[in-house]
């Protein structure tokens, strides 16, 4: 599995090392010549405005929005994350998505950059263990579709969720050293997914 990390902004190295460490080729990404040769992509943290500006100015933002709709498996953290809604509350001007999840986020959520916190919570995935959880100017959930698996929830505000073939989380993993969040996305929906287009 060849899996791409959108390199517009954010943390790009972070999520490449952590998906090598799944056992995945990994590989940032920026132009569509690249896209095209993913099975599957991330789109790291950063700011969802410019990350959505800059893949218009690389002339990629239709291709991926299409690639995500066509059923490719994608995760998103924190601003990847905004940039899978379907709908995003608080949001600037003109502020686009590539859509793939039917959710609702509130952008800040947790508030601005000095709110920022770290907390350990449930996520789903089979394990008893909690996650260590990095919010940075954090979205949360608001409202989910029929077709949304809630993973994890901080304050009863979904910041973890799923689809067949997408996850999103509000927070950064790719910080913390721990890969339990990637080897999920690569695991349970990534794989599934395109083990379904085969």
Same mark, same amino acid.
């Given at each position: ?53 800059? #893949? ?5 933002? +239709?291709? =991926?929005? @299409?690639?995500?709709? %066509?059923?490719?498996?994608?995760? /998103?953290?924190? #601003? ?5 809604? +379907?709908? =995003?509350? @608080?949001?600037?001007? %003109?502020?686009?998505?590539?859509? /793939? ?98």
């Amino acid at each position: 599995m060849k899996v791409g990390v959108l390199a517009l902004q954010g943390d790009v190295r972070e999520h490449i090392a952590s998906l090598l460490a799944c056992d995945v080729e990994a590989v940032a990404v920026r132009r569509a010549i690249e896209i095209e040769k993913i099975d599957a992509l991330v789109l790291p943290g950063g700011e969802s405005t410019t990350i959505a500006q800059l #893949a218009e100015v690389f002339g990629i933002y +239709q291709l =991926i929005k @299409d690639r995500i709709a %066509g059923g490719m498996p994608v995760y /998103g953290s924190c #601003a990847g994350m905004i940039l899978l809604a +379907q709908e =995003i509350l @608080d949001a600037k001007v %003109g502020q686009k998505s590539f859509g /793939g999840l039917d959710i609702t986020v509130r952008r800040n959520a947790f508030g601005r950059q000095v709110d920022s916190f770290e907390s350990d919570i449930d996520f789903s995935d089979g394990s008893n263990d909690p996650i260590r959880a990095v919010f940075i100017r954090a979205p949360w959930v608001e409202k989910v579709g029929d077709s949304i698996k809630i993973l994890a929830s901080v304050n009863s505000h979904p910041v973890a969720v799923r689809s067949e073939t997408a996850l999103a989380t509000s927070f950064h993993p790719e910080l913390t050293g721990d890969n339990r969040i990637h080897r999920y996305f690569i695991e349970q929906v990534a794989r599934p997914a395109l083990e379904k287009v085969k």
